[in-house]
């Protein structure tokens, strides 16, 4: 495979916010000793500044507290993908990219980043685990997900869920803005006969924070067919375990 020019990932609607774009995957694998990555082959203009490469050998996985496969991330993932979930387990080594970036005009960071993800399943990976959208790739999954002309799209890069509250209606809400340094999307109170519309509208915010937008605090959305009342509403913290995030939350409008 020859060199792929860099793409610019322009972020159209981009207004400076203070929270930080934070990066987290884990590849695990066979790499050589001496570790040589040709992310130029997969679109990167190599690792962004800001974002670090750490290796684990399978004697530190051992006692490693933060290890992704163990736990209730590690049990969901092993239900998701098994045999993926099994060769990760298998693996000798495990490297870890990790950052936290200013907000940035562009996604340049992230499309570089996943060109050394590339990279690393091209030089000895096994898979892939995102724990901020809890998910576990094999090398394949992940080339037809994120390695594709002109960038994977916002919503590639994002969770989208749907609980069952304790009044019958539906919550809605995303995971993985981290990512783009905005929050993430909640939509409260949302009827069962409604949770189609309303995934449809958290992938549509998502996509414009994604590019860029912010939603400040008592903001009104219009929707079409909607009647009016989404009002944004931000909340949360960092820490928050639903979210990993900060999110803006949408109370469902009657």
Known sequence: MTAIEPTPWPRPHFSRGEDKAMLLYF??????????????????????????????????????????????????????????????????????????????????????????????????????????????????????????????????????????ENDGSAWVRTRGMRKFARPDISLRSVPQSEVDRAGALAEHLLELEAMGMRFADGTTLEVEGMPPGLIARHGGSLDDPQFNNRHVEFEWPV
Do not use: N
């Open 27 to 164: 590849v695990f694998g066979a790499f050589p000793q001496k570790l040589k990555l040709d992310g130029a082959r997969f679109g990167s203009a190599g690792l962004p500044r800001g974002v670090e490469l750490h290796r684990f050998d399978k004697g530190t996985l051992a006692h490693w507290d933060g290890h992704p496969l163990r736990g209730a991330l590690g049990e969901l993932l092993r239900e998701d993908d098994p045999h993926t979930f099994k060769a990760a387990r298998s693996a000798h080594e495990c490297v870890m990219l990790r950052g936290e970036l200013e907000d940035q005009p562009s996604l340049d960071y992230l499309r570089d980043t996943l060109g050394v993800i590339g990279a690393l399943l091209d030089t000895g990976g096994v898979a892939v685990v995102d724990p901020q959208t809890l998910s576990l790739f094999a090398p394949r999954a992940w080339a037809e997900r994120f390695l594709i002309e002109g960038g994977a799209p916002p919503r590639a890069h994002v969770l989208i869920l749907c609980h069952d």
